[in-house]
């Protein structure tokens, strides 16, 4: 926008939620800050488009279809590591945050307290800061202190594509649709899905569903 004969760029900022309501929401909120570049619904299409918007700042929800929104992170930092991601979630446990700032996260803010706080956390990551919400800031800072390399996540056995397959396997998909989708073999995939049994003391796809529901991989 113009200012006295000079083009100031706003921060750029991309949206990630599937809650078409919640997301409209945050548009009138950052509207006036920041240029919106975007609104993706999915952990998928947030990876594609980053890749392609390069957006100065990507605030995005955790719980996400396709993909969640850590793991989309630990992919978007493969990819470029001084990628910024704020998150805003419903999830206030303290093994969220931590899994989410070992991921890379600039910033963890509770949903209900994103007229308060988001845009405090988006300056906060365009200054290279990070930003937890101080409802949980002291409570993430104490576990980390008592057991600073581990957050006791059950997740965190699970490798990156593990857990992307149980994801998949959660929201219904077949092992011949995973494998289409990841471009690997359905041998592949089932073999994966054994691995993670066999990791977490799981005994079928139904407990597997479960331990991704209860661990917030897919919405209930």
């Known amino acids: 926008m113009p200012f006295d004969g000079v083009l100031v760029n706003r921060p750029r900022v991309l949206l990630a939620d599937d809650h078409r309501m919640v997301a409209e929401g945050l548009k009138q909120l950052l509207t006036p800050d920041f240029d919106l570049l975007g609104i993706v619904e999915d952990g998928r299409a947030l990876v594609e488009e980053a890749k392609k ?4 700042v990507i605030v995005a929800d955790i719980t996400m279809p396709h993909l969640n929104g850590i793991d989309a ?9 001084r990628v910024k991601v704020v998150f805003l979630t419903m999830h206030r446990e303290v093994a969220y945050a931590r899994r989410a700032l070992q991921a890379g996260a600039a910033g963890f803010v509770l949903k209900h307290s994103a007229p308060n706080e988001l845009v405090t956390a988006i300056r906060a990551a365009l200054g290279g800061q990070t930003y937890i919400t101080p409802v949980l800031a ?6 980390i202190r008592k057991d600073p390399k581990s957050s006791k996540d059950p997740l965190a056995s699970l490798t990156p594509r593990q857990r992307e397959i149980l994801q998949l396997v959660a929201e219904g998909k077949t092992a011949k649709e995973i ?3 990841l471009g690997i073999s359905t041998r592949t ?3 994966h899905k054994y691995e993670m049994m066999q990791s977490t003391g799981i005994e079928n796809s139904a407990e597997l569903i479960h331990f991704a529901i209860k661990h917030g991989i897919v919405d209930i």
């Not at 002291?138 to 576990?143: A, F, R, W």
């Open 53 to 56: 918007l390069r957006p100065d």
């Open 73 to 81: 992170l630990e992919q978007l930092k493969k990819n470029d590591p």
């Open 138 to 143: 002291g409570e993430v800072l104490e576990s």
């Open 179 to 181: 494998a289409t989708l």
């Open 189 to 191: 995939v089932e073999f």
